[in-house]
């Protein structure tokens, strides 16, 4: 038996024998450890650019809403060729699986330069859109011009990192992440303050830590560390395949194509009452968004044990990690939602001083913290349907929290409640997305036939 036979046999014993929570906490906890330390780094930016000043720090929710549209479409390719990849791997079928990574890979390195490329062309109009004031649209010109640049490797990385978690490597994928998550923890204070860059300082140090995370990536493919390899000789000419990839990855692209349009509503409703609201709910979404990686790190590491399972027909093995998934994720959530609560204040107050900025940051981060409790089961039953391959339900979950729920809330509750309706839209929205996800999750769960091993 070959080396890579044997290789391919150990893994499917591992994703389909090994206890349903040590499988998911060893393919959980890289992940959760890379999702916290790219919501660390993001937190980085956020304060020392805070430094600059309030309108400065208005510019990083300008360019998270930015950031948020190249992750969408790398996401989307994403988890749209991981998914099919563990399905296809839990049923031994390796060229599949290779012709589907190569697909995704440059379809989405494809898709990051044209984005970059049209934005740059349109750079200050784009800024606008996004939300910026007169006041912050230096500040998030400055920093956007560097993420642009970086667009493919932005969705680059997003889809390397998705295939090696799909093949339940998830503690390389986050060697990835980290690394340029500490080298741009290390670069922020040296472009900003050390070399007098300010925002654009945070941008290029943004950029230069994402090129180091690619390479990184990048090399475990051509290494051989990966069952399915990256060829563009085996890029799909079928549509079957692209719309395959397309579909299942469509849950993401449009949860995080919401994330970016609610990010940019948010801001044009804050900026109602200045860059202050902008920059204390700038503050907010980051903080909160550290909590939220926790959950999301989760369901992350939930998902290729359901796929690879799903595709190998041992259905008992997708209902024991969604609940195992989903009880794990309300205490790690709980914890942490808990401690933002109790230091709600001194918190805020750590990235932007400013007694205004704090004023409205204290009462928000209460709200959302509180609505974190909510998230880990709702979050499961999304990343259990995109996972088995049904993606109606995966897309339509993932449209409500910050789409069909978040969007009418952040336009209609400031008609009424004025500043207050910014600060509750989204704590409203994650409850009302727990209270219509689990029915659906349940009824899917009790319908799962016997299992049937391949």
Not at 86 to 92: F, V
Request: proline share 4%; glycine share 10%.
């Amino acid at each position: 038996m070959s080396h890579s036979v044997q290789q391919a046999e150990a893994k499917y014993q591992m994703m389909t024998t090994m206890p349903i929570p040590k499988l998911i906490l060893r393919l959980g906890i890289p992940t959760i450890a890379s999702m916290l330390i790219t919501s660390v780094y993001n937190m980085t930016d956020t304060y020392f650019v805070g430094q600059l000043g309030k309108s400065a720090s208005g510019a990083i929710g300008i360019v998270f809403s930015l950031m948020a549209i190249f992750q969408a479409f790398g996401f989307m390719f994403g988890h749209g060729a991981g998914s099919n990849i563990s399905r296809r791997l839990g049923q031994h079928d390796t060229e599949s699986a290779t012709r589907f990574a190569s697909t995704g890979f440059f379809l989405a390195l494809l898709t990051g330069a044209v984005i970059g490329v049209l934005g740059l062309c349109l750079l200050t109009p784009l800024m606008y859109f996004l939300g910026s004031t007169d006041t912050i649209l230096p500040f998030a010109r400055d920093y956007g011009v560097w993420i642009l640049l970086a667009g493919p490797l932005f969705t680059g990385s997003c889809v390397l990192n998705n295939i090696l978690r799909y093949e339940g490597m998830s503690f390389f994928a986050m060697i990835g992440l980290v690394s340029g998550g500490f080298l741009n923890m290390i670069l922020d204070p040296i472009l900003i303050f050390g070399f007098h860059m300010g925002t654009s300082g945070a941008g290029l140090s943004t950029a230069i830590s994402q090129a180091v995370s690619f390479l990184i990536l990048l090399y475990m493919f051509l290494a051989g560390r990966t069952e399915s390899k990256l060829k563009l000789s085996k890029v799909s000419r079928q549509w079957r395949d692209i719309w395959l990839i397309v579909a299942t990855g469509l849950p993401s692209l449009i949860r995080q194509g919401l994330a970016s349009l609610s990010g940019l509503l948010l801001n044009h409703q804050a900026g109602i009452y200045g860059d202050a609201a902008v920059a204390a709910m700038s503050i907010v979404n980051r903080i909160t968004s550290f909590i939220f990686s926790v959950g999301l790190g989760m369901g992350q590491g939930y998902q290729p044990v359901a796929a690879f399972n799903y595709g190998a027909k041992i259905y008992s093995r997708v209902r024991k990690g969604f609940w195992f998934t989903g009880l794990a994720g309300e205490v790690l959530l709980g914890v942490g939602a808990a401690a933002c609560i109790l230091f709600a204040r001194p918190l805020v107050a750590v990235f932007q001083p400013d007694p205004e900025v704090v004023a409205i940051a204290f009462p928000a981060l209460i709200y959302q913290s509180a609505a974190c409790f909510f998230l880990p089961l709702s979050v499961c039953a999304n990343m259990m349907f995109q996972s088995v391959g049904l993606s109606g339900r995966a897309s339509f979950l993932s449209a409500l929290r910050s789409g069909l729920l978040f969007i009418p809330l952040i336009l209609l509750l400031p008609l009424t409640l004025d500043l207050l309706g910014v600060q509750i839209a989204q704590a409203v929205s994650d409850v009302l997305t727990f209270l219509i996800s689990m029915p659906l999750a349940l009824h899917f769960l009790r319908r799962l036939p016997q299992d049937q091993p391949v």
